[in-house]
Structures are given as C-alpha cells and as structure tokens.
C-alpha cells in the first residue's frame, strides 16, 4: 500500500508505478496514463478495472448505457461528487490536478469504481466540449437533485430551452438599472447587522454575512419580497449537504426511511429546510407589487398554454435554483474578495478612493455611477479567476467522443476544471499573485487566452447571471468597505477547500469596524 503524504510523493508514486506497470502497458500513451492513475488511485483503496483497462489497450468499447447510473436523492456514494472527494481530500488537490493536468497534456483519464472521469484543463478543451461538441454531453447532477428539483440548471435539450425562455428577459442588462434600488437596500442592511457587530466586537463567519446578503438581493430584486427566512440558518444547512464529507451520513440516514424520517443530523435536515424555503418565499407579500420582475416571468409562463411543462411546481423549483446558484456563488465572490482585500491593504485603498467619489454624495446608487467602479470590478473579477465559485464543470458523454487521443465512451464524465486554467503560467503571468490590474484595461483582457478564464462556464449553458453577479458583487464591495474596516481574526491565511463549490476551508472569522 502506497500513501502519498504530499504532492511530491504523490508525483513520485505516479511515476514509480509507471514505470512498474511499463512491460504490461500498451504502447500507447493513452493506454499508459490511465493506468498509472488507475494503480496510484488503486493504491489510495480504489477498485481498479482491469477487464476495462484490457478492452480500452486493445482499442475495444466498453458499452455504457447513459441514465444506469441511479436516481440519487440525498448524496449517494454512486454520486461523482462523493467519489472525487477522496482525491479532493488530499493535502492540495488543486495542485495536484495541476501538476497531473501538465503531465497528460490537460486531460487525465481517472477510473472511479465504476466510472471513468476524464479532468480537463485546457482552453480548447473547454471549447471543445462546451461549444463544438455540447451535443454529444449532458449536464450532470446526480446527488444534487434536491437542493435544484427539476429546474433549468439541472435539465438538457428542448426542455430546457422552452423554460430558459421565458425567464431569459429577466437578465437583460436593460433590467438593471431596476434592480440596483433594491440590491443597495440589501447592503443597507447588512451595513445595519455590522453596525450592530462592530459595537459588540462579536466575531462572526464573513462567508454567512454574503450569503444573507446575497439571498437578501435576489429575493428583493428578482422575487419582490422580503426574506422571510433565516438566511443563516437555511444556507448553513444547504452548506452541510454540498459538502460531500457529509453524503455518507445523510444516504445512511435515507436508507432507514423517507425523506421526512431521516434524522436530526443537520445535513440530515438540510433538505426539509430546504423543500419549505421557495414556498413560503412564494407565498410572502410582495414588497412593491412589481409586476415585471423574475417571478411575474415566470408566472406569466405558467399561464402559457404553449408551454404546459411551466407549471407551479416548476415555478418553485426555478426559485430554488436561484437561491442556491445564486447566492452562494455571489456570496463566496464577496466574501472572498473582502478577504483579498484585507490582505492587500493598496488594493483595499484604490477600492475606497473609488468608492469614496461615488458615494460621499450620499445619493442612492445608479448605473452609471457603479460603472465608475472600475478598479472594484477588476478586483471582483480577478477574485472570480483566483477563487472560481463553480471550480469544475461536469458533463456526461452521450455520445462516443475523442479528446486528446483518449476515446470517451458514453456514460464517462468529463470535468472540466476552470480552476485549473485560472492557474496555469502557460496562460496567466505570476499566476498565484492576486493582480486585479489584469483585468483593469480592455487591452489586458484582449490579450488574455481565449477560453482560459471561465467563471461563469461557456457556450449555451453559460450562466444566465453572470453580469449581473459582478454588478452585485462590485456594489457591496465598495459600499461595505467604504463603511467598514473588516478585520480577518483567523489565526492562519485562508485555504481554498473543493467541495461542490470552491469555500474557505476553516471559514472567515472576521471583525468589523465602523469608519
Ligand atoms: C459570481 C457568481 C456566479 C458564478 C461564479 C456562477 C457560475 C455559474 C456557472 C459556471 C454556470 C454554468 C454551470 C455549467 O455549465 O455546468 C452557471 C449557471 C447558472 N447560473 Fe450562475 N453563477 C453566478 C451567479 C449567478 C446568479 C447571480 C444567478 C441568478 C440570479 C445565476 C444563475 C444561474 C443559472 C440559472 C444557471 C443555469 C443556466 C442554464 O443551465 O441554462 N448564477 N453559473
């Protein structure tokens, strides 16, 4: 049994079991690759299949039939998501699909039990999947079906567009300047909460403060309602279902019963607290009685009888995909950029020059002034390609495909790992510095490598708030720092963990002070 303890050992133990596994490999480099990570993850307890690795040398197919995977509900140890984490787990994950992705020329084949995952990381990659062949590849959801029901996120083909339709209005930069109103009175608040904290000196998770935020502005300016939820408590919960360290517990819990029985475990619970949040959300008087925001779309939608699948029930599943999709995402952006900017005081500063002219004149924000926040935007969209949010992408093959000379079968996996390509010299100078100025001039983002930064995926299936995320996110920056000295009180610098989502590992213990 091999244990590597860090990524130099993890190199060397793949490269000694090549050079074992040489005089049984076939010729091919292909054929070669897999089979070092196949031995080096069976040395980590994985099963390896061999009768697989046999066909795929003689250049036979290994039939898979799309769909045999199992519906999971609660995470499930069928589930890709479980499986990587025991890669993930390891001391730098990150740096190891790095290190692994120069070594294979940005696509490392991966056999996890039954299935076989294919980790991409190069540009062309990402465009070949995602643009040139988004036909042959499905998205994959397994296990995280009950935080996103059947809504569009989660679902492929005709379907999908006939319910991304309706909803797509709702995006368009022309809507904007109606929903900054009520984005600056989610930071109201929170500048209210922090108010109160700073005078209690009470230390609090930066990370659940954006995502109270960040629920705050989507359910005022996209739903027209209040937020009559704990924000802290129901995202706390969803959080213990996204990481996969919990899945085991929760799939133990579903086996003795239904969904409602299965336990007090807090992941366990995840899912009730869950299930009643877009109801009640529904539910709740509008605030101003808007009648053309996300949510009268969609309602409008229900009513249409040339789309019968939009039906309620579709209505509150859309609403729990913007929750989510929306929130956290938004909300690991803010906290993550905040927390740059308390390690770079500089940057910190050009932020408040910045935000001190827009705002000392005490008017509420509009468009054009949040546009003068250039130097904040860079900062959040360099924040984007150092932390990505959404750090892979996954997909399933539909159909037989070819990348880099590895056959990808229907049924494999493909990940596409953004994370990777943010990082990579080959397409980012100084990659592991943060430099917001990256993305200060039209000419520095015209330079950069087409496809080697994607914070917000490609193609069709791109994000739908994409613009409107690094809007909300450039106001509460500067509006936040321009009231407050945050204070990072953890005891070591933050770590980026993969779960579902890329989240600080311990959290951000912060302290804020009034100015
Ligand atoms: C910084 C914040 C955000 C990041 C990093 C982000 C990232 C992404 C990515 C990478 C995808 C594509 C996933 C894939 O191809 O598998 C996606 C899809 C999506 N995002 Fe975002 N997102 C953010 C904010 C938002 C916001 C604010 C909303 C809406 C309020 C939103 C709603 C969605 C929806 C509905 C989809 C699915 C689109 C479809 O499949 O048609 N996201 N997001």
């Given at each position: 049994m091999i244990r590597a303890q860090n990524l130099e050992d993890f190199i060397k133990s793949v490269d000694f079991l090549k050079s074992q596994a040489i005089e049984n490999c076939a010729s091919e480099d292909c054929a070669m690759a897999i089979k070092n990570i196949d031995n080096f993850l069976a040395a980590l307890g994985y099963e390896r299949e061999v009768g697989d690795i046999e066909k795929q040398k003689n250049g036979g197919e290994v039939p898979r039939k799309i769909g045999e995977d199992k519906y999971s509900t609660l995470g499930n140890e069928e589930s890709i998501w479980f499986k990587l984490s025991v890669l993930l787990n390891t001391e730098n994950p990150m740096k190891i699909l790095a290190r692994l992705s120069e070594k294979y020329g940005g696509c490392v084949p991966v056999n996890l039990k039954s299935d076989k995952v294919f980790f991409l990381s190069e540009p062309q990659h990402f465009r070949h999947v995602l643009?040139?062949?988004?036909?042959k590849y499905i998205k994959y959801f397994e296990g995280l079906k009950p935080i996103f029901g059947n809504s569009m996120i989660t679902i492929d083909g005709e379907l999908w567009q006939k319910i991304r339709k309706p909803q797509q209005p709702a995006f368009h930069p022309n809507m904007y300047a109606d929903y900054i109103p009520h984005f600056h009175s989610a930071v109201e608040t929170r500048i209210n909460v922090w108010n109160n904290l700073s005078s209690t000196g009470q230390t609090v998770d930066l990370l659940e403060e954006t995502w109270a935020l960040a629920a705050e502005m989507v359910a005022k300016a996209l739903f027209d309602r209040d937020v009559p939820f704990n924000p802290h408590v129901v995202f706390n919960a969803v959080k213990s279902y996204t990481d996969v360290q919990n899945h085991k517990s929760i799939r133990l819990r579903q086996v003795s019963g239904s969904l409602e029985e299965i336990g007090e475990e807090p992941p366990a619970k995840a899912i009730d607290a869950w299930l009643e949040l877009p109801p009640i959300i529904f539910g709740a008087e509008p605030r101003?009685?808007?009648?053309?925001t996300l949510l009268t779309m969609m309602q409008r939608a229900e009513e249409d009888d040339s789309v019968p699948e939009f039906d309620r029930q579709q209505t509150i599943d859309e609403m729990k995909q913007y929750l989510w999709a929306g929130t956290e995402t938004t909300a690991l952006t803010t906290a993550w950029a905040i927390y740059m900017m308390t390690i770079n005081p500089e940057m910190k500063e050009k932020v408040r020059a910045e935000a001190k002219k827009v705002f000392d004149n005490n008017s509420p924000p509009n468009s054009e002034q949040i546009r003068q926040l250039a130097y904040t935007k860079s900062v959040i969209q360099e924040t984007l390609r150092f932390y990505p949010p959404i750090w892979s992408l996954i997909r399933t093959a539909q159909e037989t495909d070819h990348i880099n000379g590895h056959r990808i079968r229907p049924g494999d996996k493909v990940v596409l790992s953004t994370y990777v390509s943010h990082h990579n010299p080959k397409y980012w100078k100084n990659p592991e510095e943060f430099e917001p100025d990256r993305f200060e001039s039209q000419e520095a983002i015209r330079a950069q490598v087409k496809y080697s930064y994607l914070p917000f995926g490609?193609?069709?299936?791109?994000?739908?708030?994409g613009a409107m995320a690094i809007l909300e996110s450039t106001l509460a920056l500067a509006e936040l720092l321009h009231h407050f000295e945050p204070e990072y009180v953890g005891t070591k610098p933050a770590v980026p963990e993969a779960t579902v989502t890329l989240v600080p590992k311990d959290g951000l213990p912060f302290r804020f002070h009034k100015r």
């Open positions: 643009i040139n062949n988004e036909q101003n009685h808007r009648t053309n490609l193609g069709k299936r791109s994000c739908i708030g």
